[in-house]
């Protein structure tokens, strides 16, 4: 699993990265616009949504979630 504290790491990596703290949690922009936040929490729903939001429809079409 993906630790928070290694996305952070590999945010940081990225060229020009902005830290901020957005909700009262951290987050990465570049250009002034963010493109990553970090959650202590672990819901795989929200990751669910945004990956669906954000596939090709017929990728997304081709799983199911519970």
Do not use: N
Request: charged share 25%; with cysteine; glycine share 6%.
């Amino acid at each position: 699993m993906v630790t928070c504290e290694r996305v952070a790491e590999l945010a940081r990596e990225l060229p020009e990265i902005e830290e901020r703290t957005s909700w009262g949690k951290p987050s990465f922009a570049v250009g002034g616009k963010k493109f990553a936040g970090l959650s202590t929490r672990h819901e795989s729903a929200m990751w669910t949504d945004a990956w669906l939001i954000q596939a090709p429809k017929r990728l997304a079409a081709q799983y199911q979630f519970d």
